[in-house]
């Protein structure tokens, strides 16, 4: 379908496809095989100036918006939803400086996460602390005109690999949600270290790691915006980065279709490729209805964000869950159809199913997501 | 560094066939690439000038539709983009084609190093490079899968042998043509992209770089193509389907029916 893009989208696109094509798709097996970082994509990446879309102008970035990321990703995550996390985390980490940092900050960090030579991570999830964000319990003290971080975090996209962290801190425990505050931790700072990295089922590429903080001292203008507003801007972080899932979503759907139709041609049984046979027509033609119903609520999603509205969770979640169950759907859909070529490592489908599973899981459960759309109606119609 | 790169649009070879009727190349529909070969000389050209410095310029003999290779180039990190076009140039061969781009060079001015893909994915003939370098009466290497060393008077590279690599060591100014081997070719920066999109493109008639119209096109051209052909099919094709063990015993079949 046409979605009318402008020449700057359209040259976005056009970018990540190429990525996609010449450097992901060849070497997604074995990364996936060994559980190994992307590094030379990443890179390959900041050459092609990928990671300046969410950088406004002024710190050397593409200035795009929400809708620009959002093609980018669904591109990368055609070739490779492990890869696509992998930059997707880095814009995540940076939100929050981008969201609520100082001028100073800003200028500090966004040129080089532009330029792609320095990557970000967000560090809010803890063992005690997944869909329940209120239960961190990572506490930075002020000591001096120090901050003090201790606690650890789990689970952290791009840990060990990113060079800067944005971490999600309780400077008043007692106060519960609005005693969060967020702190930018780089690699090498003092008592910051990097624990266990994560054996995954799917994303096996992207790197999953825990972070520790031992008395780890930064400078106090390490703090990003106001003490005690850490929780408003990490609502506001997730909120606009959901959409980029959904959009992993979309991309990984897509590959998954393409694999399907494709296979589904060549494959004859009774004499007849199998795409002439009702069954999987059908099937086919499920997968293809749901995927740009999905695409269609994902860029409606990520043009209303971009037009500045009070209120963007609906819209943000909405589009999450349904495009990451979709991709769920439609990756298990492509196996089937694949049959038994379907379920070996041989064929690129049954990694994408691994893959879709975690989009329904991470940046905030679909069921979460369906809790934040019921909550706004109710709130809606009050 | 002044670098200078020679590129050719090409027919995609996913999608090269003949006219069956005029045996000549199909370019109905056919999409137009810059040639393979190419990008990793400008792959090479683009590195050397991030680390030494410079200027990359890429040139192209080709109609005006060549245009969008050296927007392309510039895309991938070329500074400047010289097309020479001209009808006199239609027809040309390798000899007449290194005649034509070796005026160019000259008019261009001061250069380094020039720098080509091995051959064309269209000709394959290999020759227009080392026929440049003759033109130019300096020193060339062919099939270069390794720049060692650079500096403003010498370049150190790898040639690629049939039985390992020779390392060769070229006073500058000096060509080299390239193979595959030798860098993984960036994809164009959205940067890249915004400034091809605006940039000026040079362009250069016979004239303007004071060819001779003997020396040029089908007339400065010794070599003349007689016959195109398709080669006539050999005999019966079969293609067997099922699993392998069926496309086995199939074959098989086929093989005693003949005995």
């Not at chain 1, 606690?151 to 008043?172: L, P």
């Amino acid at each position: 379908m046409d979605y009318f893009f402008t020449e700057q989208q359209q040259m976005i696109i056009d970018t990540a496809r190429e990525i996609t094509n010449e450097k992901i798709i060849p070497l997604r097996a074995e990364l996936d095989e060994k559980n190994q970082f992307p590094k030379a994509i990443l890179q390959d990446i900041a050459k092609a100036d990928l990671f300046s879309i969410f950088v406004p102008e002024e710190y050397g970035g593409f200035g795009g918006g929400c809708y620009e990321i959002v093609l980018a990703m669904e591109e990368l995550a055609r070739g490779c939803v492990g890869v696509a996390t992998s930059f997707a985390a880095s814009a995540l980490g940076i939100f929050p400086v981008l969201i609520s940092g100082s001028e100073e900050q800003k200028q500090r960090y966004l040129p080089d996460i532009a330029e792609g030579s320095r990557w970000a991570a967000f560090g809010l999830t803890e063992a005690n602390a997944g869909s329940d964000a209120s239960g961190i319990q990572t506490t930075a003290v002020l000591d001096g005109d120090e901050w003090v971080l201790n606690g650890t975090k789990q689970w952290i996209t791009n840990g060990g690999e990113a060079q800067i962290y944005t971490i999600v801190a309780m400077t008043d425990p007692q106060k519960g949600a609005r005693g969060a505050s967020i702190f930018i931790v780089e690699d090498g700072d003092p008592g910051f270290s990097y624990g266990k990295k994560e054996d995954k089922m799917g994303i096996r590429s992207s790197a999953t790691r825990e972070l520790i903080l031992k008395d780890c001292r930064i400078p106090q203008d390490r703090l990003v915006g106001r003490k005690g507003t850490g929780f408003i801007t990490v609502m506001k972080t997730l909120d606009i980065s959901r959409p980029g899932i959904a959009s992993l979503g979309i991309g990984l759907a897509q590959a998954a279709l393409d694999e399907a139709v494709v296979y589904a041609k060549q494959r004859v049984q009774f004499g007849k490729p199998i795409i002439s046979f009702q069954a999987v027509q059908h099937m086919l033609a499920d997968m293809a209805i749901q995927l740009e119903a999905g695409r269609a609520l994902v860029y409606a999603a990520a043009r209303h964000i971009d037009s500045n509205p009070k209120n963007i969770s609906k819209a943000s979640s909405m589009c999450k869950v349904f495009a990451t169950d979709m991709a769920m759907k439609v990756t298990t859909d492509a196996v089937q159809v694949l049959g038994g070529y379907g379920y070996m490592k041989e064929y690129p489908v049954e990694k994408m199913m691994r893959d879709a599973k975690i989009l329904q899981i991470y940046e905030g459960t679909n069921q979460i997501q369906r809790n934040v759309v019921g909550q706004e109606l109710n709130r809606e119609y009050s | 560094m002044n670098i200078i790169v020679c590129i050719k649009q090409v027919p995609d070879a996913k999608d090269v066939r003949l006219d069956p009727i005029t045996n000549t190349l199909a370019r109905e529909g056919v999409e137009s690439i810059m040639n393979p070969y190419d990008r990793h000389a400008l792959e090479e050209a683009v590195a050397i000038k991030e680390q030494q410095g410079g200027r990359v310029t890429v040139i192209t003999m080709g109609p005006p539709q060549a245009e969008t290779v050296l927007r392309e180039a510039i895309a991938c990190g070329a500074d400047e983009g010289v097309l020479v076009s001209d009808r006199a140039f239609a027809g040309a061969d390798t000899w007449a084609t290194s005649y034509t781009l070796a005026q160019t060079v000259q008019t261009l001015g001061d250069f380094d190093l020039v720098l080509c893909g091995k051959q064309a994915i269209d000709g394959d003939t290999a020759q227009v490079g080392p026929g440049l370098a003759c033109r130019l009466n300096i020193p060339y290497a062919t099939c270069v899968q390794k720049t060692r060393k650079v500096s403003d008077k010498v370049i150190e590279v790898e040639r690629m042998m049939d039985d390992g690599f020779d390392v060769l060591r070229l006073p500058l100014p000096a060509l080299m043509t390239v193979v595959k081997d030798i860098n993984e070719p960036r994809v164009a920066s959205l940067k890249g992209k915004m400034k091809a999109k605006k940039a000026e493109i040079r362009k250069f008639s016979a004239s303007d770089i004071g060819a001779e119209i003997q020396n040029i096109g089908l007339a400065g051209s010794p070599t003349q193509v007689v016959k195109v052909f398709s080669p006539e099919a050999r005999g019966d094709r079969k293609i067997f389907s099922g699993s392998v063990e069926e496309q086995v015993d199939q074959l098989v079949e086929c093989l005693r029916a003949h005995l």
